[in-house]
Nanobody, 123 residues
């Protein structure tokens, strides 16, 4: 079984910072990419940032220059440093991972989501 566990959400004032963390656990899972998505009430889930196993990163235009995604391959972890937070950053942030599961034959591709962590930016 593969599981993603998120942490770091909370309440912060506009202009403040938060750091989200996501750790993947489970055997026989080779991760190709990890990323963060967010969803506000009534809105569709949107991509925030992704990073591949090679280190390539991608950001939504709305967070460029403010958010930084990073990873630790040894820990199968991904982080999201969020600075200069705005009200519109409020939402549930979900960790996402894609990879190959080799615990069965033949191996299969998996897409795994975390449970989400709430980020609220408000004064």
């Amino acid at each position: 079984q593969v599981e993603l566990v998120e942490s770091g959400g909370g309440v912060v004032q506009p202009g403040g910072s938060l750091r989200l963390a996501c750790e993947a656990s489970g055997s026989f899972f080779s991760i190709y990419f990890m990323g963060w998505y967010r969803q506000a009430p009534g809105n569709e889930r949107e991509l925030v940032a992704t990073v591949t196993d090679k280190g390539d990163t991608n950001y939504a235009d709305s967070v460029k220059g403010r958010f930084t995604i990073s990873k630790d391959n040894a820990k199968n972890a991904v982080y999201l440093q969020m600075n200069s937070l705005k009200r519109e950053d409020t939402g549930v942030y979900y960790c996402d991972a894609g990879g190959e599961y080799s615990g069965r034959s033949p191996p299969v591709d998996l897409r795994v989501w975390g449970q989400g962590t709430l980020v609220t930016v408000s004064s």
